[in-house]
């Protein structure tokens, strides 16, 4: 049984990395401050874990929270390009000083591996597609940049202290507990709950746009395989993490009404600052270094998600 430490474990990733590495019997411990996250998220699970109420930000609390880990899964943050381009020294702290933080705590407490939560808004909005790690990175928005700058301390972290790191290029993880209810949402949890309660959901931009949008559980492996894959594969590495098919909003809109069953239109609205217009990666490096395989298709990681939606649309 190993000790995993997971930062942001009442996030939406965080607390289902806490429930996947439960059910495989290993030993679990967890920050967050609950800026974004969610005291229901972990409930269920709190007797099982060792939670600390704490913010990245504080250097001693993250020393204390990595004594005796075995692996790190850094996945707080404040997750939001709109929220960034907002309060660009707020996502810097929480993005970047909590990220390096989180890496001296870890360095100083001799962890095996790190895994972090990079961003594919690394990529910007350079025309090719898909895109692959070797592509030179091209961040738009504050977010991308402080996603994007923490990836390079997880490399340095390895080169300067061989503190064993791994970061995963997240394409538009959904899935059951994606918070819908703040106005910087991932689409997928903000369209699903307005079809399920019959509103209007709104398409920003012409609704062409298109994302590589991945279903929780393919995450949640590519973590538990980043943390077991050999160094020589995966230490100082950066790894997409997505299906490798991308659909644009409006596909994503036709199939939300074949499974919620909401016959209206969609409203529209402008086009987010700092916005792309396509994502689409390519995986083969992942199942490479990693072993990593998508085993939930969009459809079905749909599915999955408005059932859960649906069995607590009344708490919405
Ligand atoms: C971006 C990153 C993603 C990161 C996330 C954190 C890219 C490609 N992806 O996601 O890796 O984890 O930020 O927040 O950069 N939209 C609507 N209506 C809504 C809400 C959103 O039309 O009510 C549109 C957005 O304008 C965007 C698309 O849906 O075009 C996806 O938006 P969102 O779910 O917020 O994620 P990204 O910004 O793509």
Same mark, same amino acid.
């Given at each position: 049984?190993?000790?995993?430490?997971?930062?942001?474990?009442?996030?939406?990733?965080?607390?289902?990395?806490?429930?996947?590495?439960?059910?495989?019997?290993?030993?679990?411990?967890?920050?967050?401050?609950?800026?974004?996250?969610?005291?229901?998220?972990?409930?269920?699970?709190?007797?099982?874990?060792?939670?600390?109420?704490?913010?990245?930000?504080?250097?001693?609390?993250?020393?204390?929270?990595?004594?005796?880990?075995?692996?790190?899964?850094?996945?707080?943050?404040?997750?939001?390009?709109?929220?960034?381009?907002?309060? $660009?020294?707020?996502?810097?702290?929480?993005?970047?000083?909590?990220?390096?933080?989180?890496?001296?705590?870890?360095?100083?407490?001799?962890?095996?591996?790190?895994?972090?939560?990079?961003?594919?808004?690394?990529?910007?909005?350079?025309?090719?597609? $898909?895109?692959?790690?070797?592509?030179? $990175?091209?961040?738009?928005?504050?977010?991308?940049?402080?996603?994007?700058?923490?990836?390079?301390?997880?490399?340095?972290?390895?080169?300067?202290?061989?503190?064993?790191?791994?970061?995963?290029?997240?394409?538009?993880?959904?899935?059951?507990?994606?918070?819908?209810?703040?106005?910087?949402?991932?689409?997928?949890?903000?369209?699903?709950?307005?079809?399920?309660?019959?509103?209007? $959901?709104?398409?920003?931009?012409?609704?062409?746009?298109?994302?590589?949008?991945?279903?929780?559980?393919?995450?949640?492996?590519?973590?538990?395989?980043?943390?077991?894959?050999?160094?020589?594969?995966?230490?100082?590495?950066?790894?997409?993490?997505?299906?490798?098919?991308?659909?644009?909003?409006?596909?994503?809109?036709?199939?939300?009404?074949?499974?919620?069953?909401?016959?209206?239109?969609?409203?529209?609205?402008?086009?987010?600052?700092?916005?792309?217009?396509?994502?689409?990666?390519?995986?083969?490096?992942?199942?490479?270094?990693?072993?990593?395989?998508?085993?939930?298709?969009?459809?079905?990681?749909?599915?999955?998600?408005?059932?859960?939606?649906?069995?607590?649309?009344?708490?919405?």
């Amino acid at each position: 049984m190993a000790c995993y430490l997971i930062t942001g474990i009442a996030g939406f990733i965080g607390s289902s990395l806490a429930r996947a590495l439960l059910s495989c019997g290993e030993q679990v411990r967890g920050v967050d401050n609950f800026s974004t996250g969610k005291r229901e998220n972990i409930v269920e699970i709190l007797d099982r874990i060792d939670f600390r109420e704490a913010d990245i930000l504080d250097l001693d609390a993250m020393h204390n929270s990595c004594a005796g880990v075995d692996y790190v899964l850094h996945q707080a943050a404040i997750p939001s390009v709109p929220k960034s381009v907002l309060d $660009p020294l707020g996502s810097n702290r929480a993005n970047v000083d909590g990220t390096v933080n989180v890496l001296l705590a870890a360095r100083d407490a001799k962890v095996k591996r790190v895994v972090y939560a990079a961003s594919s808004s690394a990529y910007g909005d350079t025309p090719t597609l $898909p895109k692959h790690e070797a592509m030179n $990175p091209d961040p738009i928005s504050p977010y991308a940049v402080a996603k994007l700058a923490s990836e390079h301390y997880m490399v340095s972290f390895y080169r300067c202290y061989q503190l064993e790191t791994v970061s995963l290029r997240y394409f538009n993880i959904f899935g059951p507990r994606q918070d819908p209810s703040s106005p910087y949402s991932g689409v997928l949890a903000k369209f699903s709950t307005a079809m399920l309660r019959g509103e209007q $959901p709104t398409i920003l931009g012409d609704g062409e746009q298109s994302r590589d949008f991945t279903f929780i559980d393919n995450a949640v492996a590519a973590n538990l395989l980043a943390c077991k894959a050999p160094a020589a594969q995966a230490a100082g590495q950066v790894f997409n993490v997505a299906t490798g098919r991308r659909v644009t909003l409006h596909e994503t809109f036709k199939s939300l009404q074949g499974i919620t069953g909401y016959s209206g239109t969609p409203k529209y609205g402008p086009e987010r600052d700092g916005d792309i217009k396509h994502s689409l990666a390519d995986i083969s490096k992942a199942a490479a270094g990693l072993g990593y395989k998508p085993t939930v298709e969009f459809e079905e990681g749909l599915r999955l998600t408005v059932e859960w939606y649906r069995k607590r649309t009344s708490d919405l």
